[in-house]
């Protein structure tokens, strides 16, 4: 069933996510590789980017050792631009356990020179296409903050319903006064039937 998609052999199914190269006409995703620092470090030093994110800006060092980190951990994918051979953003794609519910947690953060062009929305259905017809996965989801009105309709373009709507529910950095800055959240899902219904089906009529 992997006929488009270029398998490097040798690894067990968990780890084979981030050795499939997954693509569109404008970008391909990939494994990450420790000399993606300077390219990260480009998007991820910025406030913006990191704003809802939980870690805060990234210097070029930190950079350079989170490329060699995410270089071996397989729920992390590097976006690239095709024409330019860049590295624009990531995604983020993990099982949630129990394994047998066969979830996985989308996320996903990019070099702000790029927003607004569609890459994000590209990204994010190249990875719900590959979640639920080469991984038969049940559900995918994600979350985001309520403040985070980009996220938000990014996920609903791409077909995910809003399940909930969590008050204060978590925290990521602390205030002046050293109390926790508690932030809203929503967590948005889709479930593989209702992909297929508005996908696949749709492209058969």
Same mark, same amino acid.
Not at 116 to 129: D, R
């Given at each position: ?7 490097l ?8 996510i ?10 391909y ?13 480009e998007y ?7 704003r809802?994110?939980p ?31 860049k ?14 519910f ?13 927003? @607004? ?6 990204? *994010?259905? +190249?990875?719900?296409? !590959?979640?639920?017809?080469?991984? $038969? ?22 077909g ?10 978590v ?8 109390e926790p @800055? ?6 948005? *899902?889709? +479930?593989?039937?209702? !992909?297929?219904?508005?996908?696949? $089906?749709?492209?058969?009529?």
């Amino acid at each position: 069933m992997r006929k488009n998609l270029d398998v490097l052999f040798g690894y067990n199914e968990r780890e084979i996510i981030l050795k499939i190269a997954l693509e569109t006409n404008r970008i391909y995703l990939r494994s990450f590789r420790s000399s993606d620092g300077m390219s990260m470090h480009e998007y991820l030093s910025l406030e913006r980017v990191v704003r809802y994110e939980p870690y805060s800006e990234m210097s070029l060092i930190e950079c350079t050792r989170e490329a060699k980190r995410r270089s071996n951990d397989p729920s992390f994918y590097a976006v690239i631009q095709k024409e330019t051979n860049k590295l624009i953003g990531s995604i983020y794609f993990h099982q949630q356990q129990p394994y047998k519910f066969r979830t996985y947690e989308l996320g996903y953060v990019f070099n702000p020179a790029y927003w @607004n062009m569609g890459y994000a929305t590209e990204a *994010a259905e +190249l990875i719900l296409k !590959y979640g639920f017809l080469e991984l $038969d996965l049940h559900r995918i989801i994600a979350n985001c903050n309520q403040e985070n009105e980009r996220s938000v309709k990014l996920l609903e373009r791409i077909g995910m319903r809003r399940e909930s709507s969590s008050k204060k529910d978590v925290f990521f950095r602390y205030l002046g006064s050293g109390e926790p @800055n508690w932030v809203n959240s929503y967590m948005y *899902a889709i +479930l593989k039937e209702d !992909y297929i219904q508005t996908n696949v $089906d749709k492209s058969t009529t």
